[in-house]
């Protein structure tokens, strides 16, 4: 399902903060009285309670003003909630603190992307591959803000590397490749991804897969993604609406696509690549109407 993949950038952030000593929160003392708001905090945001995680983590850095951990996690929570400028500031005082910590510059370059600083964004992805040349997530965040920014090439340079990297067989990096290939111009579908989807486990990731290689429709594409979870399902339906619009693009269905962009950005998942995605498409959409014009 889409939740194991991400946390894109969510996921993987609580992971990699949840598993440092409580120690990085400064002094030894501090760390005992934060750690219980901490981990509340995580448990919030884990449940979807972004404002009451903020509070959490607030009580943390109100504790441990020199806390990396509770900044980035904050951050995350406001990101989450569209705050972009306050999440910002809070990956950038994370960094401040800490700044040999890759998650705060990959988190804080998904906030410059959803604020269109897309300049901004890539800086902060190329930063972590220093930091972490191995970083999926950075090459494949990277690539999605060279494609918004126009550079396909690019785009396409990162997505090749970031499966590369993948020991997940890459699944949504295969998938922004094959699409970014149809709507430079539609070809014939590589049979090294319909052979690689076939190999994948039953679930959301292969639904996406097959819908994409022609082995199920938008129909039950979307049935699929009504199916787990209210979270999951969200999160699934952000991903379907985006990629079931993009094939509607390339097949010239520009009305019937901007409806699905459209339902995608609703969804207001601000860390999801589909979510900026969706979005820089239906820029584009728009700027074609009104040059018709």
């Known amino acids: ?4 993949k991400r946390f894109l950038v969510l996921s993987v952030a609580v992971l990699a903060i949840g598993a440092v000593s409580m120690t990085a929160f400064g002094q030894e003392s501090n760390a005992a009285k934060a750690k219980p708001f901490y981990e509340s905090g995580k448990a919030r945001s884990a449940q979807g ?6 509070i959490e983590f607030t009580k943390v850095i109100e504790i441990d003003p020199k806390s990396p951990l509770a900044y980035a996690a904050r951050g995350n929570a406001k990101l989450n909630l569209g705050a972009l400028d306050e999440a910002i500031a809070d990956f950038s005082k994370a960094i401040e603190i800490d700044p040999s910590r890759f998650i705060p510059y990959l988190n804080r370059g998904a906030a410059k ?4 600083d897309i300049d901004g964004a890539i800086a902060d992805y190329t930063k972590v591959l220093t930091l972490d040349p191995k970083s999926v997530l950075a090459y494949r965040n990277r690539g999605c803000a060279l494609q918004q920014k126009g550079d396909l090439e690019g785009a396409r340079s990162d997505f090749q590397q970031a499966i590369q990297l993948a020991n997940d067989e890459g ?16 070809r014939p579908l ?3 991804l319909k052979a690689t989807v076939a190999r994948w486990k039953d679930g959301w990731k292969k639904t996406v897969g097959l819908f994409l290689t ?21 999160e699934q339906k952000c991903e379907g609406f985006y990629y079931a619009g993009v094939i509607k693009l390339t097949r010239g269905e520009t009305v019937a696509a901007k409806e699905l962009f459209e339902r995608c950005v609703a969804t207001q998942l601000h860390t999801f690549p589909e979510f900026q995605l969706a979005r820089a498409e239906l820029a584009n959409i728009g700027h074609s109407e009104k040059t018709k014009q």
């Not at 992307?113 to 269109?116: A, C, Q």
């Open 49 to 54: 309670d972004f404002d009451g995680a903020i």
């Open 113 to 116: 992307v959803d604020k269109g």
């Open 214 to 234: 022609g082995e199920i429709d938008e129909g039950a594409l979307m049935e699929q993604a009504a199916h787990g979870t209210p979270k999951a399902v969200r």
């Open 171 to 186: 699944a949504y990096q295969r998938f922004y490749l094959y699409l970014l290939g149809q709507k430079q111009k539609p």
């Open 190 to 192: 590589p049979t090294e």
């Open 1 to 4: 399902m889409a939740w194991v």
